[in-house]
């Protein structure tokens, strides 16, 4: 089954660091991936996606990498603001049709001034 | 942007009442979903719905659950009998594209059973 819990692994970094959060997803027959930004009383936000035929996609200041060997996930946030405290999930479903997100336990990205 | 909208933002109910959470989806999209999310945890799927039907639903969308699309822009999930159990926050995605694109969330409908 699957675990869940109360207490999110949380990454503490310093403004201007760049942060790494990982995920390690459980479907080897996924093929899309997106990673979502969740801020305190709100719901998921986009932040950027990764087909399984790329291993690296950029956005503004973030990057996803992708390693389908050990069904691995990373999202890389360049220069980190105190704005981008929130919880990170990834989520991955299948590329044909339309398909249920299933996510990750989430990470907490705390961003100390 | 357009935006996925959800209410109310909170919804306090007592135990064995029913319960309906709205949400209006952006425009042109067409595949809805409703997950939830208990305190603390992570994001679970209840179903998917598209062209006036279900198209998957998972175990906690169990026979006190069901979903409608009573006119061309609401999408509404109805609890019938509510348990202490589905407290949490309920979410609506929706998505406009058969080729894979983000789903869009909205700020969720906090749940209070009492």
């Known amino acids: 089954g699957e675990s869940v819990g109360l207490h999110l692994p949380t990454l503490s970094v310093q403004e201007g660091d760049n942060s790494i959060i990982n995920c390690a997803y459980s479907?080897?027959?996924?093929?899309?991936f997106i990673w979502y930004k969740q801020e305190s009383g709100k719901g998921p936000q986009f932040i950027i996606d990764?087909?399984?035929?790329?291993d690296k996609r950029q956005g503004q200041r973030v990057t996803v990498l992708l390693n389908k060997t050990v069904k691995h996930l990373s999202l890389q946030i360049a220069a980190t603001q105190p704005g981008d405290s929130a919880v990170y999930f990834c989520?991955?479903?299948?590329?044909?049709?339309?398909?249920?997100?299933?996510f990750g336990t989430g990470t907490r990205l705390l961003v100390s001034p | 942007e357009p935006e996925v909208t959800q209410t109310p933002s909170h919804q306090v109910t007592q135990m064995g009442q029913e319960v309906i959470l709205r949400c209006v989806p952006i425009s042109n999209h067409l595949y809805f979903y409703w997950y939830r999310q208990i305190l603390g945890q992570k994001v679970e799927f209840l179903v998917s719905f598209y062209n006036n039907e279900i198209s998957e639903k998972s175990e906690i969308f169990d026979d006190q659950f069901s979903v409608e699309r009573p006119d061309g822009s609401n999408f509404t999930l109805k609890i019938r009998s509510t348990k202490l159990e589905d407290s949490a926050m309920y979410f609506c995605?929706?998505?406009?594209?058969?080729?894979?694109?983000?789903?869009?969330f909205g700020d969720g409908t906090r749940l209070s059973i009492l």
């Open positions: 989520a991955e479903k299948g590329n044909t049709g339309f398909q249920k997100l299933v």
């Open positions: 479907n080897s027959a996924s093929d899309y």
């Open positions: 995605a929706s998505e406009d594209s058969f080729i894979s694109q983000p789903q869009h």
């Open positions: 990764i087909r399984s035929n790329m």
